[in-house]
C-alpha cells in the first residue's frame, strides 16, 4: 500500500474572493511528483496555495503525513515547529524587502544608484533563511550556490538580477529550507534556454534527495523526475496521468482562434500617427554599477516600422538595454541615445518619452499595484501611471473595454487586478500597452504564465496589429516558438555584448 506524504479528502477552500474548491480530493505519495496543468484561471496556483496551507479549509480533511512522519522522528518538538517549516513554495511573483525590511522594492529601484544599494545581496539573502532542524541538510549553502550557478551573482543586489537569476534565487531559497514538500508555481518562466535544460537536471537531484515536488507549469514542459499529472478546470481536478500515459495534445485547446480584424483596424485608427525618421539610435552605449560592466559598446538602429527580437541568455543585459529606451534608467544621458529624432538630454522629459510608447515586462508586473479595476488599470495606459489616479474618462474607460474584448479578458473589467489569474494581470498590462497606439511597442517576455490559447491568440493579435499599422516592435522572450511572424530583425546580447 501507498505511503502518502500529503492528503486531502473532499475539501472545501475558501478565500476572501469565494469558493475555490468544492469537495476537493488530492493525494500525494512518496516517491510521487506531480505537474499540475490546465488553462488559465484552472486553480493550479489555488491549489498550490492549498497545500501550503494558506487557504481556509472549511470542510473535509488535510494530513500532512510527511509532518506526523518528523514528529516520530523528533519526539518532544523543542522547536515547537509547524508543518509550515517543512513546506517551501516558490510563487510567481517575489516578496522581497529592502534592506531595513520597512518596505518592499520599488519598479525603477534598480536602476537609481543610491536606491539599489538598499538591498541585500545574493548570499546575505541566503544567509537569512533557516532550515528546520535536521542532523543532516542535504542543501547546504555551498552546494545550492554550484547547483543553481549563483556564484558570480553572490554579491549582486537582489534589486539588479534580472528575472531569470531572481528565479534561480527564489529555487535556490526554498531548497535552503531543505524541506519535505516542494511547491513551485510555473517555475521555468523566464529562464533561457540552457538553464531550462539543466533545471531537468536540477529537478531529478532534488526528487533523488527526497523532497516530494508538486509544480504548475505548462504541458510541453514537465521535467522527467515528474511522475504524475493532474489536469484542473473551473476548480476542479478533472483527470489524472501517469507520466507514461500523458501527451501535452490531451489538454491543449483545439479551438481556432479567430482576430476581429475590423475591431483592430478601428482601434488602431483612432487618432492620427506622428512620423519619426529614427524611432531609437544608439552608439557605443555603455553601461556599468560600480565595476560590473552590463552594456559594452552598444550599437543599434531601429527604424520606423522595423519587428526586432531582442534575444539572449539571463543577465545578457537585455532589461538594462531596453530601461534606457523607456527612460527608466539615468545612465541614458551619460550615452549617444537618440529616441524619437531627439537625443536624449537635450530637454525631453521621461514621460515625453514614455507616451510614445507602449511597455510590458516582467518587472512591471512584478511591481505594478494591484488595487485598482482591470478596466481602470488598462485606462491608466492613457497616462503613463502606475494606476489611475484621476476620475475615468467613459470615451477611454470604453475603449478599454474593447481591447479587453480584443484580448478575451474583458470578464475581468471590474474585478480588481490582484482578484485575477496572473495570465490575466498580464494580458491587462498589455491592454494598457495597446490602448493609446504608441509608435513603438516594447514587449518583454509578454507570454509568460499564459496557457498555450492565450499564447497564440496574443501572437496572432501583435501579427495582426503589425500587418494592420506602422507600428515599431521590440519583441523579447526565451522561446522561439512565441517570436510573432511579423518579427524579421534580431539583436542578440551575449555578456553585455551585441553579436
Given at each position: 500500500?501507498?505511503?502518502?506524504?500529503?492528503?486531502?479528502?473532499?475539501?472545501?477552500?475558501?478565500?476572501?474572493?469565494?469558493?475555490?474548491?468544492?469537495?476537493?480530493?488530492?493525494?500525494?505519495?512518496k516517491?510521487?511528483?506531480?505537474?499540475?496543468?490546465?488553462?488559465?484561471?484552472?486553480?493550479k496556483?489555488?491549489?498550490?496555495?492549498?497545500?501550503?496551507?494558506?487557504?481556509?479549509?472549511?470542510?473535509?480533511?488535510?494530513?500532512?503525513?510527511?509532518?506526523?512522519?518528523?514528529?516520530?522522528?523528533?519526539?518532544?518538538?523543542?522547536?515547537h515547529?509547524?508543518?509550515?517549516?517543512l513546506?517551501?513554495i516558490?510563487?510567481?511573483?517575489?516578496?522581497?524587502?529592502?534592506?531595513?525590511?520597512?518596505?518592499?522594492?520599488?519598479?525603477?529601484?534598480?536602476?537609481n544608484?543610491?536606491d539599489?544599494?538598499?538591498?541585500?545581496?545574493?548570499?546575505?539573502?541566503?544567509?537569512?533563511?533557516?532550515?528546520?532542524?535536521q542532523?543532516?541538510?542535504?542543501?547546504?549553502?555551498?552546494?545550492?550556490?554550484a547547483?543553481?550557478?549563483?556564484?558570480?551573482?553572490?554579491?549582486?543586489?537582489?534589486?539588479?538580477?534580472s528575472?531569470g537569476?531572481?528565479?534561480?534565487?527564489?529555487?535556490?531559497?526554498?531548497?535552503?529550507k531543505?524541506?519535505?514538500?516542494?511547491?513551485?508555481?510555473?517555475?521555468?518562466?523566464?529562464?533561457?534556454?540552457?538553464?531550462?535544460q539543466?533545471?531537468?537536471?536540477?529537478?531529478?537531484?532534488?526528487?533523488?534527495?527526497?523532497?516530494?515536488?508538486?509544480?504548475?507549469?505548462s504541458?510541453y514542459?514537465?521535467?522527467?523526475?515528474?511522475?504524475?499529472?493532474?489536469?484542473?478546470?473551473?476548480?476542479?481536478?478533472?483527470?489524472?496521468?501517469s507520466?507514461?500515459?500523458?501527451?501535452?495534445?490531451?489538454?491543449?485547446?483545439k479551438?481556432?482562434?479567430?482576430?476581429?480584424?475590423?475591431?483592430?483596424?478601428?482601434?488602431?485608427?483612432?487618432?492620427?500617427?506622428?512620423?519619426?525618421?529614427?524611432?531609437?539610435?544608439?552608439?557605443?552605449?555603455h553601461?556599468?554599477?560600480?565595476?560590473?560592466?552590463?552594456?559594452?559598446?552598444?550599437?543599434?538602429?531601429?527604424?520606423p516600422?522595423?519587428?526586432?527580437?531582442?534575444?539572449g541568455?539571463?543577465?545578457?543585459?537585455?532589461?538594462t538595454?531596453?530601461?534606457?529606451?523607456?527612460?527608466?534608467?539615468?545612465?541614458?544621458?551619460?550615452?549617444?541615445?537618440?529616441?524619437?529624432?531627439?537625443?536624449?538630454?537635450?530637454?525631453?522629459?521621461?514621460?515625453?518619452?514614455?507616451?510614445?510608447?507602449?511597455?510590458?515586462?516582467?518587472?512591471?508586473?512584478?511591481y505594478f499595484?494591484?488595487?485598482?479595476?482591470?478596466?481602470?488599470v488598462?485606462?491608466?495606459?492613457?497616462?503613463?501611471?502606475?494606476?489611475?489616479?484621476?476620475?475615468?474618462?467613459k470615451?477611454?474607460?470604453e475603449?478599454?473595454?474593447?481591447w479587453?474584448?480584443?484580448?478575451?479578458i474583458?470578464?475581468?473589467?471590474?474585478?480588481?487586478?490582484?482578484?485575477?489569474?496572473?495570465?490575466?494581470?498580464?494580458?491587462?498590462?498589455?491592454?494598457?500597452?495597446?490602448?493609446?497606439?504608441?509608435?513603438?511597442l516594447?514587449f518583454?517576455?509578454?507570454?509568460?504564465?499564459?496557457?498555450?490559447?492565450?499564447?497564440?491568440?496574443?501572437?496572432?493579435?501583435?501579427?495582426t496589429?503589425?500587418s494592420?499599422?506602422?507600428?515599431t516592435?521590440?519583441?523579447?522572450?526565451?522561446?522561439?516558438?512565441?517570436?510573432?511572424?511579423?518579427?524579421?530583425?534580431?539583436?542578440?546580447?551575449?555578456?553585455?555584448?551585441?553579436?
Amino acid at each position: 500500500m501507498a505511503s502518502p506524504v500529503f492528503s486531502a479528502w473532499q475539501i472545501t477552500v475558501r478565500s476572501v474572493n469565494g469558493l475555490l474548491f468544492n469537495n476537493l480530493t488530492f493525494t500525494i505519495n512518496k516517491d510521487e511528483n506531480w505537474a499540475l496543468v490546465g488553462e488559465s484561471g484552472s486553480g493550479k496556483s489555488a491549489l498550490l496555495q492549498t497545500i501550503a496551507g494558506n487557504f481556509n479549509v472549511t470542510g473535509g480533511e488535510v494530513r500532512y503525513h510527511f509532518f506526523e512522519d518528523y514528529l516520530q522522528q523528533h519526539p518532544g518538538n523543542p522547536e515547537h515547529l509547524t508543518h509550515h517549516k517543512l513546506v517551501a513554495i516558490v510563487e510567481a511573483k517575489h516578496h522581497f524587502k529592502n534592506l531595513s525590511n520597512t518596505g518592499d522594492f520599488y519598479y525603477q529601484q534598480r536602476y537609481n544608484s543610491m536606491d539599489s544599494e538598499d538591498a541585500l545581496t545574493v548570499a546575505e539573502y541566503l544567509h537569512t533563511i533557516k532550515p528546520a532542524p535536521q542532523p543532516n541538510l542535504y542543501w547546504h549553502f555551498d552546494k545550492i550556490i554550484a547547483t543553481l550557478k549563483l556564484d558570480g551573482l553572490s554579491h549582486k543586489q537582489l534589486i539588479k538580477l534580472s528575472n531569470g537569476e531572481t528565479k534561480r534565487l527564489r529555487i535556490a531559497a526554498a531548497l535552503l529550507k531543505n524541506p519535505a514538500l516542494l511547491l513551485m508555481d510555473s517555475p521555468l518562466t523566464g529562464l533561457d534556454v540552457q538553464t531550462r535544460q539543466e533545471f531537468n537536471n536540477i529537478i531529478k537531484e532534488i526528487t533523488a534527495s527526497g523532497i516530494s515536488i508538486v509544480m504548475a507549469t505548462s504541458p510541453y514542459e514537465i521535467p522527467d523526475a515528474i511522475t504524475n499529472i493532474a489536469e484542473l478546470k473551473n476548480g476542479a481536478i478533472i483527470d489524472t496521468y501517469s507520466k507514461a500515459d500523458f501527451k501535452p495534445e490531451l489538454v491543449s485547446p483545439k479551438a481556432d482562434d479567430v482576430i476581429d480584424k475590423n475591431e483592430l483596424r478601428s482601434l488602431l485608427n483612432d487618432h492620427d500617427a506622428v512620423e519619426y525618421h529614427q524611432i531609437i539610435s544608439m552608439s557605443k552605449v555603455h553601461v556599468k554599477y560600480s565595476h560590473n560592466v552590463i552594456l559594452d559598446d552598444i550599437d543599434w538602429q531601429v527604424n520606423p516600422g522595423d519587428r526586432w527580437a531582442l534575444l539572449g541568455h539571463n543577465g545578457a543585459g537585455k532589461s538594462t538595454l531596453l530601461s534606457l529606451i523607456n527612460g527608466d534608467n539615468p545612465q541614458a544621458y551619460s550615452n549617444n541615445i537618440i529616441l524619437f529624432d531627439k537625443k536624449r538630454g537635450t530637454g525631453e522629459s521621461i514621460w515625453d518619452i514614455k507616451k510614445k510608447i507602449g511597455f510590458v515586462s516582467p518587472e512591471l508586473h512584478q511591481y505594478f499595484p494591484t488595487d485598482n479595476s482591470c478596466l481602470q488599470v488598462i485606462e491608466s495606459g492613457y497616462y503613463d501611471t502606475l494606476g489611475l489616479f484621476r476620475p475615468s474618462s467613459k470615451e477611454k474607460a470604453e475603449i478599454a473595454l474593447r481591447w479587453m474584448k480584443a484580448l478575451e479578458i474583458d470578464k475581468y473589467a471590474h474585478v480588481l487586478l490582484k482578484n485575477i489569474p496572473a495570465s490575466a494581470q498580464r494580458l491587462c498590462l498589455l491592454a494598457r500597452a495597446l490602448i493609446k497606439n504608441p509608435p513603438l511597442l516594447i514587449f518583454d517576455e509578454p507570454c509568460q504564465g499564459m496557457d498555450t490559447h492565450q499564447q497564440q491568440h496574443f501572437k496572432n493579435l501583435v501579427d495582426t496589429i503589425c500587418s494592420l499599422s506602422k507600428v515599431t516592435l521590440i519583441y523579447v522572450t526565451h522561446y522561439q516558438h512565441e517570436i510573432p511572424e511579423s518579427v524579421d530583425k534580431v539583436l542578440k546580447l551575449e555578456k553585455g555584448k551585441s553579436s
